[in-house]
């Protein structure tokens, strides 16, 4: 990628486009049952290396796709989140997806709330909506946060046509009606 590719700064946090030096990391969250129980499940290196190349992909190919999530004190990578939308999905999603041992310290919100920002202000969003299992208390707690509701229930695209989500989420205008309050 570019140097003219997307860098957003929060106080915390560095969300960039994917690079080969977040691997290891991916591979790891990706391993983690736990952690990818309401993402597809967990899955063997050879096919996380398949699926990492999705991120950088779409930012070729579409302009967007999730960041890749970095602590700016140690240069660690703690997850993935942002836009995204592949062809079939229930709508304009910023989603969230972080290493076990990034949770519970407000990275999902500091850097949700930075790419709903971003999402709005450079592609022209009129919605952004999270899909999220009806049994995911966790990512429900951070769309309440962030300000979203439950909207509708949506199946999802192949391979995962048999999963049924909560679609979460908010207009543009709501999110910067709650934004102008909050600062």
């Known amino acids: 990628m570019s140097d003219t590719t997307p860098r957003i700064e929060t106080e915390r946090l560095v969300l960039r486009v994917p690079r080969i030096e977040d691997f290891e990391r991916y591979a790891e969250l990706l391993a983690d049952e736990e952690a990818c129980r309401f993402i597809g499940g967990h899955m063997p290196r050879p096919a996380a290396w398949r699926r990492f190349l999705q991120m950088p992909g779409a930012w070729a190919v579409q302009g967007f796709a999730m960041f890749s999530v970095i602590e700016k004190s140690s240069g660690l990578w703690l997850g993935q989140l942002g836009p995204w939308q592949p062809d079939g999905w229930p709508g304009t999603e910023v989603g969230w997806a972080l290493h076990r041992d990034a949770w519970g310290k407000g990275y999902a919100y500091e850097g949700a709330a930075a790419a709903i920002d971003w999402a709005f202000a450079h592609l022209g969003w009129t919605?952004?909506?999270?899909?999220?299992?009806?049994?995911?208390?966790?990512?429900?707690?951070?769309?309440?946060?962030?300000?979203?509701?439950?909207?509708?229930?949506?199946?999802?695209?192949?391979p995962y046509e048999h999963v049924v989500v909560d679609v979460w989420g908010q207009s543009r205008e709501d999110w910067q009606v709650r934004r102008s309050t909050r600062a």
Do not use: F
């Open 127 to 158: 919605e952004v909506i999270h899909c999220i299992d009806a049994d995911n208390a966790a990512s429900q707690a951070l769309a309440r946060r962030l300000g979203s509701r439950v909207l509708r229930q949506s199946g999802m695209p192949a």
